[in-house]
Nanobody, 126 residues
Framework: QVQLVESGGGLVQGGGSRRLSCAAS????????MGWFRQAPGKEREFVAA????????YYEDSVKGRFTISRDNAKNTVYLQMNSLKAEDTAVYYC???????????????????WGQGTQVTVSS
């Protein structure tokens, strides 16, 4: 069992930056690859970024490439999402998730993730 708690959401102006954190507790954090997903009102939850168990591989949804950076600190059991150049269309609830898949394209699929946090709201004002 893995418990995930996101933090760092809030209101930010367009063009600004925000860093989300996801603290994990429970079983060995480094045994899991981690992902960030988001869900805007009236839309399905979509993939944003993922990082392999070791941190050596990262994956991004096309619209966030070059603006968002996912990273992890296995010593702190935490995964981060640094978001720069934020746009109004980035407004959503952001969720972190954990999967026992360690790496690969499976990390892009929502159904690959077993454990989810409660989400944190990010609102970008235009």
């Amino acid at each position: 069992q893995v418990q995930l708690v996101e933090s760092g959401g809030g209101l930010v102006q367009g063009g600004g930056s925000r860093r989300l954190s996801c603290a994990a507790s429970g079983r060995t954090f480094s045994s899991y690859a981690m992902g960030w997903f988001r869900q805007a009102p009236g839309k399905e939850r979509e993939f944003v970024a993922a990082i392999s168990w070791s941190g050596d591989s990262t994956y991004y949804e096309d619209s966030v490439k070059g603006r968002f950076t996912i990273s992890r600190d296995n010593a702190k059991n935490t995964v981060y999402l640094q978001m720069n150049s934020l746009k109004a269309e980035d407004t959503a609830v952001y969720y972190c998730a954990a999967t026992s898949y360690l790496d690969g394209s499976v990390l892009l699929r929502r159904t690959s993730y077993r454990y989810w946090g409660q989400g944190t709201q990010v609102t970008v004002s235009s």
